[in-house]
């Protein structure tokens, strides 16, 4: 290898180095205990939706289309048995 390529390797060893090690203060607070309290508090609630209402509303869409799915192939499959007559 040249000089001037075991300057530049060097070089960007040091940078990644740099990169990935130093940890820049973002002024973002920890909220994993706070998450940890709320989803661990024993209140009856299923853990899919104690994140509130935006869960809430997932879990509802996410049934509506797994049946809206489910009664879709049936009606396909209904259709592929049982063909029209020409």
Do not use: H, W
Not at 30 to 54: C, H, I, M, R, S
């Amino acid at each position: 290898m040249s000089g001037l390529a075991v300057r530049g390797l060097r070089a960007f060893q040091q940078l990644s180095r740099r990169t990935f090690s130093s940890t820049a203060c973002r002024g973002l607070e920890n909220k994993v205990p706070e998450k940890q309290k709320l989803f661990q508090a024993d209140n009856g609630v299923p853990v899919y939706l104690k994140g509130g209402t935006g869960d809430a509303v997932l879990y509802r869409l996410t049934m509506a289309l797994t049946a809206g799915g489910a009664l879709y192939v049936l009606y396909q499959l209904f259709n592929i048995a049982l063909p029209k007559k020409k």
